[in-house]
């Protein structure tokens, strides 16, 4: 079965600093989608970020990069000029390919944006 | 609709007795997956539903929890006398199958109905 772990239960970063946050998952299987999502206290799951197996470059979106290192089974996300509005829970996810598709969760990196 | 709707968003219940969650998925999606998500974080998938059929339900606790998802109907999770560890945020999700027909998309989330049991 798959697991993702991420290793830092929070995190904290000053206002327009950057940040990364760590993910390392374990899978047999060669391709499958990884995932952020964005959960501020509201409890709303908002997609960050996704990241093809099979594709070489990283993701990015806008503020927003990933380091998808796939032998090491790593995919860290990079928070670019953090702005007050990123302080929220963030989850990292798996995903199969085929099958149910179901997503595999880590536990969570709270981050906190210091003005 | 553009977003997944669920209601209700609070429910208390007590011990022993049913809840029942709701979920409309986004119109054109025809894949549901339901996710709990207890108060250390933790999600746990329970099921999922291609259309009105099961999909995988590898996570759900058969004794209490049922789900459905009928056409022309919202879907539905239903727990028979609840328990206290069922406290939790209930996050139903829906996805489409890519124009290639190869794989889902992304999953989208609905805000989640938090169960409170007493």
């Known amino acids: 079965a798959q697991t993702v772990t991420q290793s830092q239960p929070e995190m904290s970063v000053q206002e327009a600093e950057t940040v990364t946050l760590s993910c390392t998952y374990d899978?047999?299987?060669?391709?499958?989608?990884l995932f952020w999502y964005k959960q501020p206290p509201s409890r709303q799951m908002i997609l960050v970020i996704r990241q093809e197996a099979y594709k070489q470059q990283n993701a990015t979106e806008n503020r927003f990069s990933v380091n998808f290192q796939k032998a090491a089974k790593s995919f860290s996300l990079k928070i670019s000029d953090s702005q007050l509005g990123d302080a929220a829970m963030y989850f990292c996810a798996y995903r199969t390919q085929g099958g149910s598709e179901k997503l595999v969760f880590g536990k969570g990196t709270k981050l906190t944006v210091n003005p | 609709g553009e977003e997944v709707a669920q209601t209700p968003k609070h429910l208390v219940r007590g011990e022993g007795q049913k809840a029942k969650l709701y979920c409309a998925p986004i119109k054109g999606h025809s894949y549901v997956f339901w996710y709990q998500q207890v108060l250390k974080n933790e999600f746990k998938f329970l099921i999922s539903?291609?259309?009105?059929?099961?999909?995988?339900e590898t996570g759900m606790p058969k004794e209490r929890f049922s789900a459905k998802c009928l056409p022309n109907s919202p879907c539905s999770l239903e727990i028979q006398a609840t328990k206290l560890e069922d406290s939790a945020v209930y996050f139903c999700?829906?996805?489409?199958?890519?124009?290639?027909?190869?794989?889902?998309?992304?999953?989208?989330f609905g805000p989640g109905t938090r169960l409170t049991v007493l």
């Open positions: 539903f291609q259309n009105e059929n099961v999909f995988d």
């Open positions: 899978t047999s299987e060669s391709d499958y989608y």
């Open positions: 999700a829906s996805s489409r199958r890519l124009a290639s027909g190869a794989y889902r998309d992304t999953q989208y």
